[in-house]
Structure formats: structure tokens, C-alpha cells
């Protein structure tokens, strides 16, 4: 899907690339600057590149800018605000914008992203900033983004791939990267030993281990434990696991076939009165009413 907006000697143009997932071409060629506005949310990441020219990002009313100049890039994301497209475009200038939601992000990097939140109250110091200066790959395959002469019913394919190829690219850092500057992307071997501590909790979830028994089972330091499972599925690991158990819960109780007490012992509650609070907090409801709005 396309959408182009001819603007005085210049256009905006903006492509869906797939579900929460577009790219704006920017490009003002005339001798004035030109106002960029788009309403972004808290659940985007953003990835702009100037191919020429200069461009300056406004934030909260005018009182903080980031300027981006050819060549250059900058990675925008706070999951506490709204970060809205407010740019200033200056003169003869070119800029490229990649936009996609934080879970099709993470999709990007894991088949894991179903288990991601994102918005929990302890993310919401999350946010980064970084700008980097453009590599000559990617200078290439922007270039190629921006003008290209393809028959109308391969232009959509095309500009998919090149985006992909694009934020392949971006993250295709050398060994001097500190992949910790960004919270998604660790160690492949990190996010296995992370993976096997979520699937260690779930299969004991009745008797969980501590978080310093397991960060030596999967062989991760504690810290790396902590941050890495927040990474990959935008949790603690205790949070992630009582979501988990109260969604298996729910899933028994739809059966029929078990009774409030036989659950919560199931999902590691001792005595029902701490299960039927726990449910109450997660839904709202206590498992009784829940199975009487079922037969309702």
C-alpha cells in the first residue's frame, strides 16, 4: 500500500510495509524548510536515515531538539511517551523513516514476540537514543529505496525487501558494538540459556526456583539473567511467570474439569484463599464467577 503526498517541490510518501510496519520517503527540494508532522506512539520504534541535507527532530513543545544530518541516522524509541514525528526539513534535503511497532521488532530477532509486554510499569524507564553515522551499505540501499523504476505490481515487493535488508544492515554490527546499548539484541547464546530459565519456571511453576538457582542452572550471571529475560520478553522473570500460571489456570477452569482448589494447587497455591486472590488480581473476577460466566 502506497500513499504519496506532492508537497511544494518535494514529496511525502508513506508505504506499509506489513502490520504496524511503514516507511516514510521524505524529500524536500525546495528553498524553504518544510514541517513534517505524524502521530507516533509509545509502542514504535523508529529508525530515520538523511540521505542529504539536514533535519531536526522537536520534542515536547520545542524545549529539546535532535538534529540528523546527511549520512547520519537516529534510533528513537521511550515506552513511557509518545515520541510524534515533528521535523523540520531543511532545504534540498532527503530523509528516510522506518517505523514498526516493538513486538514486530523483536519479531524480527525471536519467534518469541506472543510473549512480549512491552507497557508493564516497570518498563517505563525504558527508552533509547542513538544516533550513528550511515554505513556505505546502507547509503547503497537507501539510495535504492528513494528512486527506483520497477513496473507498479513489483514495487511493493521490492521496497518490502529493501527494508529488510535495511534494518538487517543497521544491525549487522562489528565486534566493537556493545550489544547491551540495545535491549533487544543479545548474544545468541544468551538468549538460548534465557529461553531455557522461561522454560525451566514453567514446567516447575508449582515450585519455582530462585532467581540466583536458576540464573546457575541455565549458567548466566544474575545480572544477565535479570536483563536478558526483560529483553526478550519485557518482564521479570516472577512477572512473566505469574501471568503465565494464572493464564494456565484460566485454561483448567474452562475445562470443567477441575475444581478452584485442584488449580491452585496446580499453579502452586498452597491454600485456595491465596489462588482465589492472585486470579482476582489478574482478572478482575474470582475463579467461581469466572466458571458461572462461562455457563452463562
Do not use: H, W
Given at each position: 500500500m502506497e500513499t504519496t503526498k506532492n508537497v511544494a517541490s518535494g514529496s511525502a510518501e508513506e508505504v506499509i510495509v506489513d502490520d504496524g510496519f511503514f516507511v516514510l520517503k521524505l524529500q524536500n527540494e525546495s528553498d524553504t524548510q518544510q514541517k513534517v508532522e505524524r502521530q507516533i506512539d509509545s509502542t514504535h520504534i523508529q529508525f530515520h536515515f538523511c540521505l542529504k541535507g539536514h533535519a531536526k527532530f522537536i520534542f515536547n513543545d520545542g524545549r529539546y531538539a535532535l538534529d540528523i544530518s546527511d549520512e547520519n541516522s537516529l534510533l528513537l524509541y521511550n515506552t513511557q511517551l509518545d515520541l510524534p514525528m515533528n521535523v523540520d526539513l531543511s532545504p534540498k534535503s532527503w530523509m528516510i523513516s522506518v517505523v514498526m511497532t516493538l513486538r514486530k521488532f523483536h519479531s524480527l530477532f525471536s519467534k518469541e514476540a506472543d510473549y512480549i509486554h512491552f507497557l508493564t510499569s516497570e518498563n517505563k524507564d525504558k527508552k533509547y537514543y542513538a544516533q550513528e553515522v550511515v554505513s556505505p551499505a546502507i547509503a547503497v540501499v537507501l539510495s535504492q529505496i528513494m528512486n527506483y523504476h520497477l513496473h507498479p505490481s513489483i514495487k511493493d515487493l521490492y521496497l518490502k525487501a529493501k527494508v529488510y535488508e535495511l534494518m538487517a544492515l543497521y544491525f549487522n554490527k562489528n565486534e566493537?558494538?556493545?550489544?547491551?546499548?540495545?535491549?533487544?539484541?543479545?548474544?545468541?547464546?544468551?538468549?538460548?540459556?534465557?529461553?531455557?530459565?522461561?522454560?525451566?519456571?514453567?514446567?516447575?511453576?508449582?515450585?519455582?526456583?530462585?532467581?540466583?538457582?536458576?540464573?546457575?542452572?541455565?549458567?548466566?550471571?544474575?545480572?544477565?539473567?535479570?536483563?536478558?529475560?526483560?529483553?526478550?520478553?519485557?518482564?521479570?522473570?516472577?512477572?512473566?511467570?505469574?501471568?503465565?500460571?494464572?493464564?494456565?489456570?484460566?485454561?483448567?477452569?474452562?475445562?470443567?474439569?477441575?475444581?478452584?482448589?485442584?488449580?491452585g494447587l496446580k499453579v502452586g497455591y498452597s491454600t485456595s484463599s491465596h489462588f482465589i486472590a492472585s486470579f482476582k488480581k489478574k482478572y478482575g473476577t474470582t475463579p467461581k464467577k469466572y466458571i458461572m460466566s462461562l455457563g452463562g
Open positions: 566493537d558494538f556493545d550489544r547491551e546499548q540495545c535491549p533487544f539484541l543479545v548474544d545468541e547464546d544468551n538468549v538460548k540459556r534465557i529461553r531455557r530459565a522461561k522454560e525451566i519456571v514453567i514446567s516447575r511453576m508449582a515450585e519455582p526456583p530462585g532467581l540466583q538457582e536458576l540464573s546457575d542452572e541455565i549458567g548466566l550471571s544474575l545480572k544477565k539473567l535479570k536483563e536478558g529475560f526483560k529483553q526478550i520478553y519485557g518482564d521479570t522473570v516472577y512477572s512473566f511467570l505469574f501471568d503465565y500460571k494464572m493464564e494456565y489456570a484460566r485454561k483448567m477452569l474452562e475445562t470443567g474439569q477441575y475444581n478452584v482448589n485442584e488449580v
